[in-house]
């Protein structure tokens, strides 16, 4: 993970409860992709997600939709511009905080699909490569259980 991005800042539990409730409910895609989160870190963010039938993509091969690959890169580089951006703003309350992420906003977003996603459980990561006063750009990572790197993407996102 990136620890160019605010390495010392360590979140208050609130936050990270907050942030993970607006991630794993709030966002209602996320919740039906059925992603968890496992680390919110100024630095970068990792969660997993579980294998369901209503996931499979390739219904002879068993493989993981490369939509729920996709989507599941793409919440991840939000949630970690979410926490740099919280990092940076360590200064303000939790709701002033929280109330920042009200205009974040994918604006582009490249994957590289290298492997099948074949398996029960899979793991992502992202980390913010820049936040800028504007726009951040993120380097996300999609694991098998195994930790095998499945795909890997880029994105940049809006953030005022």
């Known amino acids: ?8 800042v360590s979140f208050e539990p609130e936050f990270v409860a ?10 209602v895609f996320n919740r039906t992709l059925g992603l968890k989160i496992d680390e919110i870190a ?6 997993h997600i579980e294998m369901r039938p209503e996931l499979i993509g390739h219904f002879t091969h068993r493989r993981l939709h490369g939509g729920v690959i996709s989507a599941s890169l ?11 951006i ?10 002033a905080r929280m109330a920042r992420f ?16 074949l398996g ?19 380097r996300m990572e999609f694991l098998d259980a195994e930790g ?4 890997m993407g880029s994105a940049a996102y809006m953030v005022s």
């Open 18 to 27: 907050r942030l993970t409730t607006l991630f794993e409910e709030l966002i």
């Open 1 to 8: 993970m990136n620890r160019a991005i605010a390495p010392d």
């Open 86 to 95: 919280g990092a940076r703003h360590m200064s303000e309350s939790i709701d």
């Open 102 to 117: 009200g205009k974040l906003g994918t604006i582009d977003l490249r994957v590289d699909y290298l492997r099948p996603g």
């Open 148 to 151: 095998r790197l499945l795909s």
């Open 42 to 47: 100024a630095t970068g963010v990792a969660a």
């Open 120 to 138: 029960q459980r899979f793991s992502a990561r992202a980390e913010v490569m820049r936040l800028g006063s504007r726009v951040a750009s993120t």
């Open 74 to 84: 793409d919440a991840m580089g939000g949630i970690a511009v979410m926490a740099a």
